[in-house]
Nanobody, 125 residues
Framework: QVQLVESGGGLVQPGGSLRLSCAASGFTFNWRAIGWFRQAPGKEREGVSCISAGRTDYADSVKGRFTISRDNAKNTVYLQMDSLKPEDTAVYYC????????????????????WGQGTQVTVSS
């Protein structure tokens, strides 16, 4: 059974850091594209970052603050989030494509085939 599980969320003060993890079971990440999305209360889900076989991509709102990386041996993708702001508060989801992707497929919901259940990130003093 294919499953993605996010972890690492929590409460952090503005300016702080968190590292989110997205672990897969039932399939291997290999060189699939993995995307991170977030959804704040009352807002649409938005794409945050993506890593593919050959590329990484970031939303303008997180460039220079977030870093995406992958460890295929651990079947895990990470999202290092630094200089966090209150507007980063949201539920964060990871998603994976079914096949290998050299390029990130963008942040359309239908671009990804598997989704995790999300982890809450709250940035507040």
């Amino acid at each position: 059974q294919v499953q993605l599980v996010e972890s690492g969320g929590g409460l952090v003060q503005p300016g702080g850091s968190l590292r989110l993890s997205c672990a897969a079971s039932g399939f291997t990440f290999n060189w699939r594209a993995i995307g991170w999305f977030r959804q704040a209360p009352g807002k649409e889900r938005e794409g945050v970052s993506c890593i593919s076989a050959g590329r990484t991509d970031y939303a303008d709102s997180v460039k220079g603050r977030f870093t995406i990386s992958r460890d295929n041996a651990k079947n895990t993708v990470y999202l290092q989030m630094d200089s966090l702001k209150p507007e980063d508060t949201a539920v964060y989801y990871c998603a994976a494509t079914k096949g290998t992707a050299y390029y990130c497929p963008g942040y359309g919901r239908t671009a990804y085939d598997y989704w995790g259940q999300g982890t809450q990130v709250t940035v507040s003093s």
